[in-house]
């Protein structure tokens, strides 16, 4: 059965996708503060619509 799909990340799992060499966490951090990056505060934790993601960055799969 396939895996479904989620419909947020959180930012490590953001960075995760983009690869730890592309941007660094703070920079995603400033751009959410900014408005640049839409994201819920659920706790401690920032969680990006996955529509944004795949908009801006293309298809999601998780290894």
Do not use: H
């Amino acid at each position: 059965m396939a895996k479904r799909k989620p419909k947020f990340l959180t930012i490590n799992q953001l960075l995760e996708f983009l690869g730890s060499n592309t941007i660094n966490r703070m920079t995603i951090y400033k751009q959410i503060w900014a408005g640049n990056i839409p994201a819920k505060k659920i706790g401690r934790k920032f969680l990006i619509p996955m529509k944004w993601i795949e908009k801006e960055f293309g298809e999601y799969n998780e290894q």
